[in-house]
């Protein structure tokens, strides 16, 4: 009956829409016209009854060391970390994640402090819905500059069809984007993915299990409201023990 942690508000519908996409991280390794990055995450459970510990690093972006907390009713994640400032180098993070209900209704809010002023420079708060039918979340975050609402549903388990939807208004610019998109497996180890949004932009991806725990993906994207956008093509790897 817990409500898992404030990172999974939306997740499921976050999954399908962004996952494994062609979508630049906020700071790469560039190589002539290549970008770059690599991710390494580690989960060492129940060191504690009810406690995880993750750890996680992003060349050159980030990383960071997590305690998560989960028992009936409540979830808890508190972490500390670096990341990196164009600017100034790498700047010293901290991160604090609550999450109250059950796995039917949960209510969470999600803090970080920028620990070298010791100002809040992140707030967020999130409701997630789930049922059988329809997984529903909504979020506001920013400062309360962005309210976000999204959907998920599973079409066919076996297949693994479902689609998803997102609605996002940023109050500062006014701007409002609806993405929406669906997902199904062709075969066993091979997925396919497929998103659009308003503001003109379309992305596929197709993620295939080489070995039982190898997956390499190949992401492309297009904007079509801009005439002389060259299309973006991403490949990634994952290994997940």
Not at 125 to 144: E, M, P, Q, V, Y
Request: aromatic share 10%.
């Amino acid at each position: 009956m817990n409500p898992g942690l404030y990172f999974a508000i939306g997740k499921k519908a976050r999954d399908l829409l962004y996952k494994d996409y062609a979508q630049q991280q906020p700071l790469q390794l560039r190589y002539q016209s290549f970008d770059w990055s690599f991710d390494f995450s580690c989960q060492i459970e129940e060191i504690l009854p009810g406690v995880n510990t993750v750890f996680r690093v992003t060349i050159p972006d980030s990383g960071k060391a997590e305690l998560q907390y989960l028992r009936d009713y409540v979830g808890f994640n508190a972490g500390v970390g670096l990341k990196a400032n164009p600017a100034t180098g790498f700047e010293p993070i901290a991160n604090i994640s609550g999450v109250i209900g059950s796995n039917l209704v949960s209510l969470g809010a999600d803090l970080g402090i920028d620990i070298t002023t010791g100002t809040l420079n992140k707030f967020s708060t999130g409701l997630s819905l789930n049922s059988a039918f329809l997984i529903a979340s909504l979020t506001l975050s920013d400062s309360f500059d962005s309210v976000k609402a999204s959907f998920y549903h599973l079409l066919n388990a076996p297949t693994r069809t479902a689609i998803a939807a997102e609605l996002k208004h940023r109050s500062s610019s006014d701007a409002t984007t609806l993405t929406i998109g669906a997902q199904h497996a062709l075969f066993p180890f091979t997925l396919v993915k497929a998103r659009m949004n308003t503001d003109g932009k379309v992305s596929a991806v197709l993620r295939q299990a080489v070995w039982q725990r190898f997956y390499v993906s190949i992401a492309g994207e297009i904007d079509l409201a801009d005439s002389n956008n060259v299309p973006r093509i991403g490949l990634s790897m994952a290994l997940k023990p």
